[in-house]
């Protein structure tokens, strides 16, 4: 049972323009929902979180949307750049924070 | 100075034999993760220990069996592995009280079973 889907594997973009990566979840109990970024080869690393109480959280070139009422996440990366090239996983948990449960990514392509 | 290790990062071995894995993390968190990551990318939790006591358990078999000497370092040992077994491990740590929930993930450890 997968809670949280990326429905899109991959996006490509032009540098500059803006990417905007989805995520759906089905479990109405997560209450804190995080973007994580992964290199090949590497560990995922935090990107940016949001908590359930709020609809919009921004971090410089960064901003995620929560639509609860869709069930619906996306981050906005605006502008783009070649070093954004990564795969993207959206990640949810309800309280405590102890089981993250992650979609299966999105992999960006930033073209120069 | 790597604030998540894994050792070994990439281990290939045959079926039936006994492997271990494992981490070491250096920012004074108190909270660690087992996560695998399968050939359809799926992303999942296995195991968290606090302070060294079990506090997550998935729906993992039996022959997975972690170990946390202290709240430093959590080991992954793999009895009779099998084909299914191949995947990505993933170590990660955390402060469990964290308000934004993040893990500091290790570079992961790619088992490969024959």
């Known amino acids: 049972d997968q809670q949280v889907k990326q429905n899109s594997p991959s996006l490509s973009v032009q540098e500059g323009r803006i990417s905007i990566l989805n995520c759906d979840y089905t479990?109405?109990?997560?209450?804190?929902f995080l973007w994580y970024k992964k290199y090949p080869a590497e560990g995922p690393t935090f990107l940016i979180s949001?908590?359930?109480?709020?609809d919009k959280n921004e971090d410089g070139r960064f901003t995620v949307f929560l639509n609860k009422s869709a069930k619906h996440l996306s981050l906005h990366i605006v502008p783009s750049q070649p070093g954004d090239s990564a795969v993207y996983f959206c990640a949810a948990s309800g309280t405590g924070f102890q089981k993250l449960v992650f979609g299966t990514g999105t992999r960006l392509l930033v073209s120069p | 100075d790597t604030a998540v290790s894994q050792t070994p990062k990439y281990l290939v071995t045959q079926m039936g034999n006994d492997k271990s894995i494992k981490c070491e993390q250096n920012?004074?968190?108190?909270?660690m993760y087992w996560y695998k990551q399968d050939s359809k990318k799926f992303l999942k939790i296995m195991f968290s220990?606090?302070?060294?006591?079990?506090?997550i358990n998935e729906t993992v078999p039996n022959r997975f069996s972690p170990k946390s000497p202290d709240k430093a370092h959590l080991n992954l040992h793999i009895n009779s592995l099998e084909l299914g077994d191949s995947a990505v491990y993933f170590c990660?740590?955390?402060?469990?009280?964290?308000?934004?929930?993040?893990?500091?993930f290790g570079e992961g450890s790619r088992l490969t079973v024959l």
């Open positions: 949001i908590s359930s109480i709020k």
């Open positions: 990660a740590s955390s402060l469990l009280l964290a308000s934004t929930g993040e893990l500091f």
């Open positions: 479990n109405s109990m997560f209450d804190y």
């Open positions: 220990y606090n302070n060294k006591e079990l506090i």
């Open positions: 920012l004074g968190h108190d909270t």
